[in-house]
């Protein structure tokens, strides 16, 4: 589906309230449009209406008393069966207005001298008696349009307080359903990516991801907030403006037409040079949040190692870039804005300028001081959506782009998560002929046969490489084997879904992680099947109190981002009491112990005895000497199994077990002594 659509999609998912939004634009877009109309009204039937034909009568309620006490009425006021008397015009020639007793046949150029009025058209001329007005008679005259006016301000004004209130309505509802829009999106991605596999993140920086949950969602949602809102806004002012245009003249207003080609090949030309610059634009604004990611990450190397210039170097390669693009849309943006939007205007006026001019004013009475006013002022609105439209190319272009880095991510395969429940597992493992390797190709596990039964314990070790983390990312199916085949109590874990293989396994790295919030909570993960009291009981078990209890609010302390505030001794035993809540029926410790201190070793090791009872244990360990009563134990080679059993059983082959035990022995002696 291409973007477009996608995001159109969204949209709908809240349709009822931009339905509602839209009708009240309408609304207040046709109110605010009613205003020169009115203004027309005003003009062309009351203040120029005094120009009209008015007719001698025996008087009524818009009557007027002149020449002797002779009563005239305009021929507006009169309906047809009225009995009508001599006609009589009114004049107005400069600031000055004339009585002519009698009737006009045309109108054109005026001119006045010596009490004689003569007016002008082509070849025709006519000249009449006239007399001059006083300010009293000129009001006098004035009188019966007074009460018009003033209907016609109190309705523009009316008009004016519908117009405000739909607007503040429209814009609060298209605001609120573009931020409901732009909510669930986020929810959708960052739900999305609890699916992915872990092989997805192996290659993508951190930072990549990060940009596109935040920035990118960010610009989607100004397209969505501003962008939507202004073009909305902007077509249904343009379809009302060039409706009230072709009711005053059909003939100007297919003129003001050719305005729309022009402007929709417009947005063609800039999407075709802006879409380049914003891929990169984007591209970079990822690799920047990256490199600042991985910077604050390796603050300590950084400062440690004083490599602080060199970080600093590849900074500014990357936001120079960024500046420079930037610059290429500023340019783009700089021709196709403002520039050619006034170029628009003012060849509109010449054009308006030339119609009303020339065609127009030949011949008499045929385009009025109240059209040109309004079309002079829809002219003026006409470019107001034009330049909110122009204006917004940028941010559409930019919320385009983003929209489709998005919709990549969405697009990634990921795993439905599966809360189904299943019974607790037995415990019983086995490895039948495994073979697996990362990119498909180079192999890091090789025919891997094995058995783990309920409740044994199985040590991995061997040298960096060897393949010992590799067998636990199997077994926890971050990734997928090539050949072979993994059971959990006889039944393969490709026959159950991701979610019910780790249902019943836990896990505590090397390197535990924790989140922001406090030791309970990292240890429950906030779920809400682990009471409060079995948190405490984990922790007790992994003999944390000891460690804890010297804390203010003790196991409710706060947490800060990775536990950067406790010991890696203190983050480790959260890690265990987390592994231990969860109650697993396997449990792998991959070197759970090798950044640790003796002591809190130690107490790990005496809470081992209680973890470690019923449940089938993993243990990926460096130390040898705290896997001696390990019931297996599996030396790896270049992802192969070389040496297979307990620690007496291996010391009497004295193989390579029995060299790596004697040397790590050595050392400890050497470092005793």
């Not at 949950?213 to 962008?227: H, M, P, S, W």
């Not at 600093?312 to 610059?327: S, W």
């Not at 993960?525 to 609010?553: M, T, Y």
Request: with cysteine; hydrophobic share 40%; charged share 25%.
């Amino acid at each position: 589906m291409k973007t477009g659509k996608r995001l159109f999609a969204y949209a709908m998912l809240y349709r009822k309230t931009l339905m509602l939004a839209i009708l009240m634009l309408v609304v207040a877009v046709a109110a605010e449009l009613t205003g020169p109309f009115i203004a027309k009204k005003m003009i062309d039937g009351h203040i120029l209406g005094i120009e009209t034909p008015w007719y001698e009568v025996d008087g009524g309620e818009h009557a007027v008393s002149y020449n002797n006490g002779k009563t005239y009425a305009r021929e507006a006021y009169l309906d047809p069966a009225d009995e009508r008397g001599k006609e009589v015009r009114i004049f107005q020639i400069g600031m000055d207005y004339y009585f002519i007793d009698g009737a006009v046949s045309f109108d054109g150029d005026r001119s006045v001298s010596n009490g004689k009025l003569t007016i002008t058209n082509g070849s025709r001329s006519e000249t009449y008696d006239a007399v001059q007005l006083s300010k009293d008679e000129i009001l006098a005259f004035y009188e019966p349009e007074i009460s018009g006016i003033v209907t016609l301000s109190f309705m523009f004004l009316g008009l004016l307080i519908v117009s405000i209130f739909f607007h503040y309505g429209q814009h609060y509802l298209l605001q609120a359903s573009a931020n409901r829009v732009i909510q669930r999106m986020r929810e959708d991605v960052f739900s999305h990516i609890q699916t992915l596999p872990v092989k997805y993140f192996d290659n993508l920086p951190a930072g990549k991801v990060v940009a596109r949950i935040t920035n990118d969602t960010e610009a989607i949602r100004d397209l969505y907030v501003t962008v939507l809102s202004q073009f909305v806004t902007s077509f249904i002012y343009l379809a009302g403006i060039y409706t009230a245009m072709f009711l005053l003249d059909p003939r100007l207003a297919a003129i003001c037409l050719a305005l729309v080609p022009v402007l929709i090949i417009w947005m063609f030309v800039y999407r075709k040079f802006a879409s380049g610059f914003n891929h990169k634009i984007r591209s970079i604004n990822s690799d920047i949040n990256a490199k600042i990611n991985e910077s604050i990450q390796g603050m300590t190397i950084i400062q440690a190692f004083r490599n602080q210039k060199e970080t600093k170097k590849e900074f500014e390669e990357l936001n120079d870039t960024h500046f420079r693009y930037q610059n290429k849309m500023l340019n783009l943006n700089s021709l196709l804005s403002h520039n050619l939007v006034n170029f628009l205007r003012n060849l509109v006026f010449v054009g308006l300028i030339w119609y009303f001019g020339g065609a127009s004013l030949n011949a008499a009475g045929m385009i009025s001081l109240g059209v040109l006013y309004a079309f002079v002022d829809y002219l003026n609105r006409l470019f107001q959506p034009i330049t909110g439209i122009v204006n917004q190319f940028a941010q559409l272009e930019l919320a385009r782009v983003s929209a489709e880095r998005v919709f990549r991510l969405l697009d990634e395969k990921g795993t439905e998560v599966d809360e189904k429940e299943s019974a607790r597992y037995e415990g019983n493992v086995v490895f039948d002929d495994v073979s697996f390797a990362y990119n498909d190709k180079d192999f890091v596990l090789k025919n891997i046969s094995f058995e783990a039964k309920k409740g044994e314990t199985v040590a991995l070790v061997g040298h960096t490489g060897s393949g010992k983390s590799s067998i636990m990312n199997v077994l926890f199916r971050f990734y997928d084997i090539q050949k072979g085949k993994v059971t959990i109590d006889g039944k393969s874990i490709y026959e159950m879904s991701r979610q019910e293989v780790r249902r019943h396994m836990g896990i505590v790295l090397q390197d535990p992680y924790l989140f922001t919030g406090t030791i309970a909570s990292n240890v429950s993960l906030d779920n809400e099947k682990i009471s409060r009291e079995k948190v405490e009981n984990a922790l007790k078990q992994v003999g944390a109190d000891e460690l804890f209890n010297h804390l203010p609010d003790g196991f409710d302390e706060p947490v800060v981002e990775k536990g950067s505030t406790l010991s890696s001794g203190q983050r480790q035993l959260i890690s265990f009491a987390r592994a231990l809540s969860y109650d697993p029926a396997i449990l792998i410790l991959d070197e759970a112990t090798a950044n640790i201190d003796t002591e809190t070793e130690a107490v790990i090791q005496r809470a081992l005895d209680v973890v470690k009872k019923g449940r089938t244990t993993f243990v990926i360990a460096h130390r040898l000497s705290t896997i001696r009563n390990a019931d297996q134990i599996l030396v790896l080679d270049k992802g192969q199994i070389i040496e297979q059993g307990n620690h007496d059983e291996l010391m009497k082959e004295k193989g390579q077990y029995y060299q790596m035990y004697e040397l790590q022995k050595g050392k400890q002696e050497t470092l005793a002594g």
